[in-house]
């Protein structure tokens, strides 16, 4: 099972939107609506930010937004802040298994 | 609230078997979801092991599976992770999650524990 593929970087200034491309195949992101998504900060643990593709947890600003298409999933940042920047991992039920996506570094200028 | 804690050797020789425990507080692993495993190397991103729900059913990563056993101990509401012939790739913080079994999204985690193989 290989990895999803994810831009190794983003950035963009504060108050801006960006959108993070995640790309499977029909074995994992294109079978099931059950894509998430990951935030981490340097030496944290990931935090839960979209699951189910659009749900966001309790707590999560309604600032990230997910969605998908075909073999592809995106995560929209909007309202860029400065908190937001770290380490996004996206990740697919792949039929048992879960696989995750070799992550995006966000910048916020 | 849900708490998960890992704990073992920060250090392991080449060719053994590394072992970790994860407690689990604030949430009986009896009464459901899965528990799992994920690893990172340092500066590199995160890799699906394993996970096991409270009966037993365990499901690992292919690219694992011939080295990688995980157990639970539902009586101390903890689960296990052994990992055997390890190299130095197999170097990497590694974390014990809550897996919502069948929707695949891990919603609690640990903090994390470094083993360094060497």
């Known amino acids: 099972q290989s990895a999803l593929t994810q831009p190794a970087s983003v950035s963009g200034s504060p108050g801006q939107s960006i959108t993070i491309s995640c790309t499977g195949t029909?074995?994992?992101?294109?079978?099931?609506?059950?894509v998430s998504w990951y935030q981490q900060h340097p030496g944290k643990a990931p935090k839960l930010m979209i699951y189910?593709?659009?749900k966001r947890p309790s707590g999560v600003s309604n600032r990230f937004s997910g969605s998908k298409s075909g073999n592809t999933a995106s995560l929209t940042i909007s309202g860029l802040q400065a908190e937001d920047e770290g380490d996004y991992y996206c990740?697919?039920?792949?039929?048992?298994?879960?696989?995750f996506g070799g992550g995006t570094k966000l910048t916020v200028l | 609230q849900v708490q998960l804690q890992e704990s073992g050797p920060g250090l392991v020789k080449p060719s053994e078997t590394l072992s970790l425990t994860c407690a689990v507080s604030?949430?009986?692993?009896?009464?459901?979801?899965?528990w799992g495993w994920i690893r990172q190397p340092p500066g590199k991103g995160l890799e699906f092991i394993g996970s096991?729900?409270?009966?037993?059913?365990?499901c690992y990563s292919p690219s694992l599976r011939s080295r990688v056993t995980i157990s639970v101990d539902t009586s101390k509401d903890q689960f296990s992770l052994k990992l055997s012939s390890v190299t130095a790739a197999d170097t990497a913080v590694y974390y014990c999650?809550?897996?919502?079994?069948?929707?695949?999204?891990?919603?609690?985690w640990g903090q994390g524990t470094l083993v360094t193989v060497s």
């Open positions: 999650a809550r897996l919502y079994g069948g929707r695949g999204f891990f919603d609690y």
């Open positions: 604030g949430y009986s692993i009896s009464s459901g979801y899965y």
């Open positions: 096991i729900n409270y009966s037993g059913s365990t």
């Open positions: 029909s074995s994992d992101v294109g079978s099931y609506n059950l």
């Open positions: 189910e593709v659009t």
């Open positions: 990740c697919s039920y792949a039929g048992n298994i879960v696989v």
